[in-house]
Nanobody, 129 residues
Framework: QVQLVESGGGLVQAGGSLRLSCAAS?????????MGWFRQSPGKEREFVAT??????????YHADSVKGRFTISRDNAKNTVYLQMNSLKPEDTAVYYC???????????????????WGQGTQVTVSS
């Protein structure tokens, strides 16, 4: 069983930046997990934001079109942590952001909620205009 704990959310003005962190209790196997970020706004479905994994010795990262060029997912396997650097934030980025994980390497983007087995409790990000 893997536990995920997000942190770093908060209130920021449009154009500002935040960095979210997700600490995983996966032990020495963390590097073999595909990790992702999703977000959910009130009244909307939980949507894919970004994902990172290893396959064939290569790190793969994918970002949703809505955040490409503004958000960057990264990971530090030594710290069992995945990050989401969010720049040029917009009011429409306001949501609860969730960290997600699944055991196994992925060479393709895992963008569906159903593909992840472990979820954090979420952290609120609010962008004011």
């Amino acid at each position: 069983q893997v536990q995920l704990v997000e942190s770093g959310g908060g209130l920021v003005q449009a154009g500002g930046s935040l960095r979210l962190s997700c600490a995983a209790s996966a032990g020495r196997t963390f590097s073999s997990y595909t990790m992702g970020w999703f977000r959910q706004s009130p009244g909307k479905e939980r949507e894919f934001v970004a994902t990172t994994s290893w396959s064939g010795g290569t790190r793969h990262t994918y970002h949703a079109d809505s955040v490409k060029g503004r958000f960057t997912i990264s990971r530090d396997n030594a710290k069992n942590t995945v990050y989401l650097q969010m720049n040029s934030l917009k009011p429409e980025d306001t949501a609860v952001y969730y960290c997600a994980g699944r055991l196994g390497f992925s060479s393709r983007a895992r963008t569906s909620r159903e593909e992840y087995d472990y979820w954090g409790q979420g952290t609120q990000v609010t962008v004011s205009s």
